[in-house]
């Protein structure tokens, strides 16, 4: 069965640095793009970068270039959304993804995580 | 960047209803459209894929159509489990997907 499964709750202070992950189970980690979107209380999904595991080729939205850091270890399976100076603006619900390139979606999410900033 | 609009933004409807929703892309896709369906403090769920095609354990009472511009997906007969939120997405160029702003299906 395949699974994403995400770092829980966190909850920061604006200008302190976060690192989430996302762990893959049941298929093969290297072989599938793994992806992050971001999901604004009451609002709706953005998509924000991609990962390659297999070569870590790394591809991001221009909305989030610059603001995120996308990265990988296939030894154990694991993606991460990383930030170095939180905002405000950064609180929201963050999903990883899996991308099936034969059909172009996601065909797997993870059970996401919150990410809260507040002073 | 291809944008995606959904109408309606929400609508209300009852059990056993025909329910109709629609997706606009700024410029040809192709059949590159997916369809995810969203239940509060849920992640996310693929429904369809390639505009029309049902992704594995989904109801038949789900289907999508279109190509190119305009898509739509309609559930034929509402059950109370569906109730939720509906994206779609646009797929026309990796990886610059972009998804719709969303549909709320409310009960009536």
């Known amino acids: 069965e395949v699974q994403l499964v995400q770092s829980g709750a966190e909850v920061k202070k604006p200008g302190e640095s976060l690192k989430i992950s996302c762990k893959g189970s049941?298929?093969?980690?290297?072989?599938?793009?793994i992806g992050w979107v971001r999901q604004m209380p009451g609002k709706g999904l953005e998509w924000m970068g991609i990962?390659?595991?297999?070569?870590?080729?790394?591809r991001y939205s221009p909305s989030f270039q610059g603001q995120v850091t996308i990265s990988a270890d296939k030894s154990i399976s694991t993606a991460y959304l990383q930030w170095s100076s939180l905002k405000a603006s950064d609180t929201a619900m963050y999903y990883c993804?899996?991308?099936?390139?034969?059909?172009?979606?996601?065909?797997?999410w993870g059970q996401g995580t919150l990410v809260t900033v507040s002073s | 960047d291809i944008q995606m609009t959904q109408s309606p933004s929400s609508v209300s409807a009852s059990v056993g209803d025909r329910v109709t929703i629609t997706c606009r892309a700024s410029?040809?896709?192709?059949?590159?459209l997916a369809w995810y369906q969203q239940k509060p403090g849920k992640a996310p769920k693929l429904l369809i894929y390639?505009?029309?095609s049902l992704q594995s354990g989904v109801p038949s009472r789900f289907s999508g159509s279109g190509s190119g511009t305009d898509f739509t997906l309609t559930i034929s007969s509402l059950q109370p489990e569906d109730f939720a939120t509906y994206y779609c997405?646009?797929?026309?160029?990796?990886?610059?997907?972009?998804f719709g702003q969303g549909t709320k299906l409310e009960i009536k």
């Open positions: 390639a505009a029309s």
């Open positions: 049941g298929y093969s980690f290297t072989s599938y793009w």
């Open positions: 990962i390659y595991p297999g070569d870590s080729d790394t």
């Open positions: 997405q646009q797929a026309n160029s990796f990886p610059a997907y972009t």
């Open positions: 993804v899996r991308h099936s390139s034969q059909h172009r979606v996601f065909d797997y």
């Open positions: 410029q040809g896709i192709s059949s590159w």
